[in-house]
């Protein structure tokens, strides 16, 4: 690896850093023709293939090339032609593997061959499919109890795998049915329920085009769901203003050149994406909501008292809400200096944010993980539709919420099942289906699962997709106490650490990706998604299968149940693997309001969406209306020691680069931050670094500062300046997740409290000039096995 720089990148986000980041991953990944051809059909509705990255909503018509920058970086990492075969794990034990990088690890290419775990050798070796599906169903069925058995699932596996996978864990016994949901947008599921009475975002992309105001918090557009860009773009070309708060500046959310457009390109173009830019503290967004409130309350009070049209809203807010006596009490006690010191911001920042929002006669509030995952994250999301419910902008056209998922199909895995709450399930439809009694007792969510293995309780895991052990938080007590599982099963299209951290029995079952042609006894097969924006599709694979040993993701959960379960009379597994058109009846018959004419429905180009009754104001809360929710605190250190309010105590937020996707890391530049060659690096307030005797270049320890008898630490991390208020920090996501105690978490959702980490920072020897550590790949505390 070149030795890492710094240096400062002032063009927009697209533009020709896109163009040549694109075209370095299809070479680097030994694929320019596969993938180039494969990229032609990326979000080509019913003769193309959903994109593998985020999960956000595809146009109709498609536009010519209907991808952006990570979209083809995530189609290039499947299409390598580099292939990880049984001769590469003959070459490595897992040992030795365990100090390889994460980036080189799946550098090695597609997985070809279902693998298992030799405890001898320590190394992975080949096996038949048969023998792993009848080794991997006799673990199950000797285990005491199902609850003991946790099946995860990433958010790539499309409707149909994901609807077989909850079905065989419940066929099994439990709601132990975890997924990444739990670690991003849990907060949502709570909270919009019992705001609004749906879980998901009420907007859809013609919203998009009818919005005459966008509020973003929390939510890096540049690198989580860049094809939102031709959107943000087409607004601020009819002068929809764009107001957005965030503690960095992200440079998707500054300026735009679009890649897909030569004049764009050939001039130089830029458009302006944000109107406002504020950086608002880490855990500061109630309060900085809370004074945009206050000012609506004060303007609609002038306009009563000089005979002006009301600001608020209020034939919807009688009509339409419930609580709004009470959460105006609340919001007008607040003084604003307390506001102020909350939010970061000037009491003048927050109302000048609140006058653009009441010229707006619709607006959508846009919101990411930087709401989500806060001690605080249901009511943040709680407190940005109270933002909306005063000028009544829900249930209208170009208006309302829209939570922005990461994972393709995150939010379709929840509509068919993937829960651990039993309430969630349709158990009287799967019980008359499959004449089974359905588990009514909830099941462990993520954080629920990791507490589970760390005492001993869980004994295997069934993952479908994902690096789980890379994802979660308390690192440094989940990789010891994962060793302990008696069976780690992990349905993977590459290679990396949770493989290698690995239980007493451990298998590689390797799968086909999202972009490969997927044949099976009835001919080519269709799969389904929903985005964000609750729209489901059709799409199919285009590309030649990595391997001809490689199987389906529905195969694979096929094979694993009939070698666990007793045979049931009202399911053929092999007949829903020979056409998954058997599937989606089945999907219909358990969700008919939702997939009714299933297999009609999804072939209309423009795919069809799931009922929302906020969309139309209907609310199906607890009373019968939207409900403003009343904050009980401005931030979640309101009731913790004083000590983590000192001077020497930063508030860390995990980011994500432009070159990777949640923990499968593209390359080592993150262009926008100027940062090359390294993750290794802590992004500080040039303010802090003089209070703290820090320079620019200094390596430092990051320590957590809590009292629970448990040492959090990662380094060495090198010091680098970077606009972000005082008092706050920033480092990378997965690396820095040993900071996160586990139970450092949203209140009721359990969401891992990842942007807001109380740390210290400790200064350490100065390193030889040029010395600077590429990667901290593996934490501190952390080793070989």
Same mark, same amino acid.
């Given at each position: 690896m070149s030795k890492p720089y710094?240096?400062?990148?002032? *063009?927009?986000?697209?533009?020709?850093?896109?163009?040549?980041?694109?075209?370095?991953?299809?070479?680097?990944?030994?694929?320019?023709?596969?993938?180039?051809?494969?990229?032609?059909?990326?979000?080509?509705?019913?003769?193309?293939?959903?994109?593998?990255?985020?999960?956000? *909503?595809?146009?109709?018509?498609?536009?010519?090339?209907?991808?952006?920058?990570?979209?083809?970086?995530?189609?290039?990492?499947?299409?390598?032609?580099?292939?990880?075969?049984?001769?590469?794990?003959?070459?490595?034990?897992?040992?030795?593997?365990?100090?390889?990088?994460?980036?080189?690890?799946?550098?090695?290419?597609?997985?070809?061959?279902?693998?298992?775990?030799?405890?001898?050798?320590?190394?992975?070796?080949?096996?038949?499919?048969?023998?792993?599906?009848?080794?991997?169903?006799?673990?199950?069925?000797?285990?005491?109890?199902?609850?003991?058995?946790?099946?995860?699932?990433?958010?790539?596996?499309?409707?149909?795998?994901?609807?077989?996978?909850?079905?065989?864990?419940?066929?099994?016994?439990?709601?132990?049915?975890?997924?990444?949901?739990?670690?991003?947008?849990?907060?949502?599921?709570?909270?919009?329920?019992?705001?609004?009475?749906?879980?998901?975002?009420?907007?859809?992309?013609?919203?998009?085009?009818?919005?005459?105001?966008?509020?973003?918090?929390?939510?890096?557009?540049?690198?989580?769901?860049?094809?939102?860009?031709?959107?943000?773009?087409?607004?601020?070309?009819?002068?929809?203003?764009?107001?957005?708060?965030?503690?960095?500046?992200?440079?998707?959310?500054?300026?735009?050149?679009?890649?897909?457009?030569?004049?764009?390109?050939?001039?130089?173009?830029?458009?302006?994406?944000?109107?406002?830019?504020?950086?608002?503290?880490?855990?500061?967004?109630?309060?900085?909501?809370?004074?945009?409130?206050?000012?609506?309350?004060?303007?609609?009070?002038?306009?009563?008292?000089?005979?002006?049209?009301?600001?608020?809203?209020?034939?919807?807010?009688?009509?339409?809400?419930?609580?709004?006596?009470?959460?105006?009490?609340?919001?007008?006690?607040?003084?604003?200096?307390?506001?102020?010191?909350?939010?970061?911001?000037?009491?003048?920042?927050?109302?000048?944010?609140?006058?653009?929002?009441?010229?707006?006669?619709?607006?959508?509030?846009?919101?990411?993980?930087?709401?989500?995952?806060?001690?605080?994250?249901?009511?943040?999301?709680?407190?940005?539709?109270?933002?909306?419910?005063?000028?009544?902008?829900?249930?209208?056209?170009?208006?309302?919420?829209?939570?922005?998922?990461?994972?393709?199909?995150?939010?379709?895995?929840?509509?068919?099942?993937?829960?651990?709450?039993?309430?969630?399930?349709?158990?009287?439809?799967?019980?008359?289906?499959?004449?089974?009694?359905?588990?009514?007792?909830?099941?462990?969510?993520?954080?629920? *699962?990791?507490?589970?293995?760390?005492?001993?309780?869980?004994?295997?895991?069934?993952?479908?997709g994902g690096n789980f052990v890379r994802a979660v938080p308390e690192t440094l007590l989940m990789e010891p106490a994962w060793r302990k599982l008696r069976l780690t099963v992990q349905i993977s299209t590459k290679l990396n650490r949770n493989h290698l951290v690995h239980g007493q029995k451990s298998y590689i079952l390797p799968c086909l990706g999202r972009t490969e042609i997927d044949v099976q006894a009835t001919g080519e097969q269709y799969n389904t998604t929903e985005d964000s924006t609750g729209c489901i599709r059709a799409w199919r694979g285009v590309a030649k299968p990595a391997a001809s040993t490689v199987r389906s993701e529905p195969a694979i959960v096929a094979g694993l149940a009939k070698a666990t379960l007793p045979p049931n009379p009202r399911i053929d597994w092999d007949a829903w693997v020979g056409n998954y058109g058997l599937v989606r009846d089945a999907i219909a018959e358990t969700y008919p309001e939702i997939f009714h004419d299933f297999n009609v429905r999804m072939m209309e180009p423009s795919g069809f969406h799931r009922p929302l009754g906020a969309s139309e104001r209907k609310w199906a809360t607890d009373t019968g209306k939207a409900n403003f929710i009343t904050p009980d605190k401005l931030a979640p250190d309101d009731d913790i020691d004083p000590d983590l309010q000192k001077k020497d105590v930063l508030q860390m937020m995990t980011l994500r680069s432009n070159d990777q996707f949640n923990t499968t890391v593209y390359g080592y530049n993150d262009r926008f931050r100027g940062v090359h060659g390294t993750r290794a690096v802590i992004l500080m307030n040039r303010h802090d670094m003089t209070q703290l005797g820090l320079e620019e270049g200094d390596q430092i320890q990051a320590i957590t500062v809590v009292e629970d008898g448990v040492h959090r630490e990662v380094g060495p991390l090198r010091v680098t300046p970077y606009n972000i208020p005082e008092g706050c920090c920033a480092g990378y996501y997965p690396e820095c997740n040993p900071l996160i105690p586990l139970w450092h978490h949203a209140e009721r959702s359990k969401v891992p409290a990842a942007k807001s980490i109380p740390i210290r920072v400790r200064k350490m020897i100065a390193f030889t000039a040029g010395d600077i550590p590429s990667e901290p790949d593996v934490p501190a505390g952390l080793g070989a096995a």
């Open positions: 710094f240096k400062p990148y002032n *063009a927009p986000s697209g533009g020709w850093g896109s163009a040549y980041s694109v075209a370095n991953i299809l070479l680097r990944e030994k694929a320019p023709f596969v993938a180039g051809i494969s990229l032609l059909k990326q979000n080509k509705p019913i003769e193309g293939f959903a994109c593998v990255s985020c999960a956000w *909503a595809k146009p109709y018509p498609s536009r010519p090339l209907a991808f952006c920058e990570n979209g083809a970086k995530a189609t290039a990492w499947e299409n390598t032609s580099n292939r990880c075969r049984p001769s590469f794990f003959a070459r490595h034990t897992v040992t030795e593997l365990l100090n390889w990088r994460d980036y080189d690890l799946e550098q090695q290419g597609r997985l070809t061959h279902p693998m298992r775990w030799n405890a001898e050798t320590d190394k992975y070796e080949p096996i038949t499919w048969d023998v792993a599906f009848q080794e991997i169903g006799d673990e199950l069925k000797a285990m005491s109890d199902p609850n003991e058995v946790v099946f995860y699932t990433s958010g790539r596996a499309a409707l149909e795998t994901s609807y077989m996978f909850q079905l065989f864990a419940r066929l099994y016994g439990t709601n132990n049915l975890p997924d990444s949901s739990n670690m991003c947008h849990e907060s949502t599921s709570i909270a919009l329920p019992e705001s609004i009475g749906v879980p998901v975002a009420t907007v859809t992309l013609n919203d998009m085009e009818k919005t005459d105001g966008l509020f973003f918090f929390g939510q890096n557009v540049g690198t989580s769901s860049p094809r939102m860009l031709h959107q943000l773009e087409e607004a601020r070309e009819r002068h929809a203003p764009i107001v957005t708060f965030n503690p960095i500046r992200e440079r998707g959310l500054e300026k735009f050149t679009n890649p897909q457009s030569p004049l764009e390109m050939a001039t130089g173009k830029e458009t302006t994406i944000s109107t406002q830019y504020h950086q608002v503290n880490i855990g500061g967004d109630i309060a900085a909501i809370a004074g945009m409130c206050k000012t609506l309350f004060e303007m609609d009070d002038e306009a009563i008292a000089t005979g002006q049209p009301r600001v608020l809203d209020a034939d919807f807010i009688r009509e339409h809400t419930h609580g709004l006596e009470a959460f105006e009490q609340k919001i007008r006690r607040y003084s604003w200096t307390e506001l102020e010191r909350r939010s970061g911001l000037t009491r003048e920042a927050m109302a000048s944010a609140a006058r653009v929002y009441a010229r707006c006669k619709r607006v959508i509030g846009v919101y990411g993980m930087g709401l989500t995952q806060h001690r605080q994250g249901v009511l943040n999301i709680q407190m940005l539709v109270n933002l909306l419910l005063l000028r009544g902008n829900m249930g209208k056209e170009g208006a309302g919420i829209l939570p922005v998922r990461g994972h393709s199909n995150v939010q379709g895995q929840r509509t068919v099942g993937i829960t651990e709450k039993a309430s969630k399930v349709p158990a009287e439809n799967l019980k008359k289906q499959f004449g089974f009694e359905p588990p009514m007792d909830d099941g462990v969510n993520t954080v629920e *699962a990791c507490e589970g293995i760390i005492d001993g309780s869980m004994k295997a895991f069934i993952g479908l």
